[in-house]
């Protein structure tokens, strides 16, 4: 109980001595805001260069009161991505702005901060789930782990499970930074595949699945494998494995 309530403690600590030094950071760079006074779209007159844009977007980021509510744990600053886009819907009409994207690990959510550093606003907030499939119990469907592969590269999945021979399971191969659609609100093209197979080989209970992947289609990115038995459920109810699909040089 100690350890806890030191961990705790120790958390708090640190995140307010960031918020403090963040937030004097932007105070000192003249990034405020009048209230009632529309924020500039002039970034010289509201976020000035002199803090860097990075630690501006990351101040910004964790003083917004909606990012905030996915702190209440420990976190950290994952990567930022400083070339990001966003669509948001502005007096009616879909319309794509340059932001900063500031990704915080937190243990729950992978959560997606889209800054807006010239008007010194946070644009959106994508709290991206953490798809981490339970350890499977005796007798499960199971994969077996993929080395890095290439694109163009063709090459088989495998594993078990205890459905008999000819059963059906389903598969998706989407990339680890996959949102459903709209994709537009979250930068860069993303690919996938799916596909079904059956089940071969039953013996002493336990069947045996194989599955070939042509990565001609894929782009370069890091992929999860997904494997599950009923078509009523969810993917991230069955199991995985992940593996880097790099570009041929």
């Not at 598969?171 to 089940?199: A, C, N, R, Y």
Request: net charge negative.
């Amino acid at each position: 109980m100690q350890a806890i309530e030191h961990s705790f403690t120790t958390g708090m600590k640190r995140y307010i001595v960031l918020s403090v030094l963040l937030m004097t950071a932007i105070l000192l760079c003249g990034c405020t805001e009048d209230p009632g006074v529309s924020a500039p779209t002039n970034k010289a007159a509201s976020c000035p260069d002199c803090c860097g844009e990075t630690v501006l977007a990351i101040g910004i980021a964790l003083n917004d009161s909606e990012v905030r509510t996915y702190l209440a744990d420990s976190y950290s600053i994952a990567d930022v991505n400083p070339n990001a886009t966003v669509t948001l819907l502005l007096d009616g009409t879909y319309t794509t702005i340059d932001t900063i994207d500031v990704m915080i690990d937190s243990p729950g959510n992978l959560v997606h901060v889209y800054v807006d550093t010239p008007n010194c606003t946070v644009a959106s907030v994508w709290p991206q789930p953490k798809r981490v499939p339970l350890e499977p119990p005796l007798n499960s469907t199971t994969i077996n782990p993929v080395a890095d592969h290439l694109v163009g590269d063709v090459f088989t999945v495998s594993g078990t499970s205890p459905l008999p021979a000819a059963n059906l399971l389903f598969i998706e191969i989407i990339p680890v930074d996959f949102k459903p659609p709209p994709w537009e609100e979250h930068p860069g093209l993303k690919t996938t595949l799916s596909g079904t197979t059956q089940m071969v080989e039953y013996h002493n209970g336990v069947s045996r699945w194989y599955y070939a992947i042509n990565t001609t289609s894929l782009l370069p990115n890091r992929y999860e494998i997904w494997i599950w038995s009923s078509p009523v459920d969810p993917y991230w109810e069955g199991v995985s494995t992940e593996f880097n699909l790099s570009a041929r040089t």
